[in-house]
């Protein structure tokens, strides 16, 4: 599976971004989808994870601002992040596992500023 983020930015602090993977297979053929973020010199850690049957996970400290989701177009999983707090700030990975393997995009690097 490739996977190809972009979406990410500047953002102002409260304010919102999209960002958008696009898979080289249908969506729904995958296990799970998820959104990682990594801060340097600190370990990736996941933020939102999308199970092929459609349920959801978050991390605590996204839970009620961030929305992982499939897009009309069937190889695209979107993450909506709303109410943007400066410790938003991070590079953002798209991850897709299947059957065992793991697949990453390159990050996407979203900046939370005032």
């Known amino acids: 599976v490739q996977l190809q983020a972009s979406g990410g930015g500047l953002a102002q602090i409260g304010g919102s971004l999209r960002l958008s993977c696009e898979a080289s297979?249908?969506?729904?053929?995958?296990?799970?989808m998820a959104w990682y973020r990594q801060v340097p010199g600190k370990q990736r850690e996941a933020v939102a994870l999308l199970m092929r049957d459609g349920s959801t996970t978050y991390a605590d400290s996204v839970k009620g601002r961030f929305t992982i989701s499939r897009g009309n177009a069937r190889n695209t999983v979107y993450l909506q992040m709303n109410s943007l707090k400066p410790e938003d700030t991070a590079v953002y990975y798209c991850?897709?596992?299947?059957?065992?393997?793991?697949?990453w995009g390159q990050g996407t690097l979203v900046t939370v500023s005032s």
């Open positions: 297979r249908r969506i729904s053929s995958i296990d799970a």
């Open positions: 991850m897709g596992a299947d059957r065992g393997y793991d697949y």
